[in-house]
Nanobody, 124 residues
Framework: QLRLVESGGGVVEPGETMTLNCVGR????????IGWFRRAPGKEREAVSC???????EHVDSVQGRFSVARSLLDNVVYLHMSDLRPEDTAVYYC??????????????????WGQGTQVTVSS
């Protein structure tokens, strides 16, 4: 069974970049669509980006053009590259398996199972 572990968070200033890691254990990421989500203080968890089994990506409007998703099937890792970070990007970031839709991905989690996430803080 696939288990995902997030890492790579930290504190950055506005405008800086950061890359988060989502390591797959127990199964190959080749067969799974993976989504990134985040929960800001006092807010509900929201979708951010996802990558399909075929490697196609989707992003919500608030991060379009700033965030990108990539994966290394060799290392079994999905990356979330974040640039031009803003204070409103401050949140705990999570990755989870999402439901595929033809050759793209959705923001529907396959199971309501979440790891510890990784904290991203954008502050001057």
């Amino acid at each position: 069974q696939l288990r995902l572990v997030e890492s790579g968070g930290g504190v950055v200033e506005p405008g800086e970049t950061m890359t988060l890691n989502c390591v797959g254990r127990g199964d190959t990421l080749r067969d799974h669509a993976i989504g990134w989500f985040r929960r800001a203080p006092g807010k509900e968890r929201e979708a951010v980006s996802c990558i399909s089994i075929e490697g196609n990506t989707e992003h919500v409007d608030s991060v379009q053009g700033r965030f990108s998703v990539a994966r290394s099937l060799l290392d079994n890792v999905v990356y979330l590259h974040m640039s031009d970070l803003r204070p409103e990007d401050t949140a705990v970031y999570y990755c989870t398996e999402v439901t595929p839709n033809q050759k793209t991905c959705t923001f529907s989690a396959v199971m309501d199972m979440w790891g510890q996430g990784t904290q991203v803080t954008v502050s001057s």
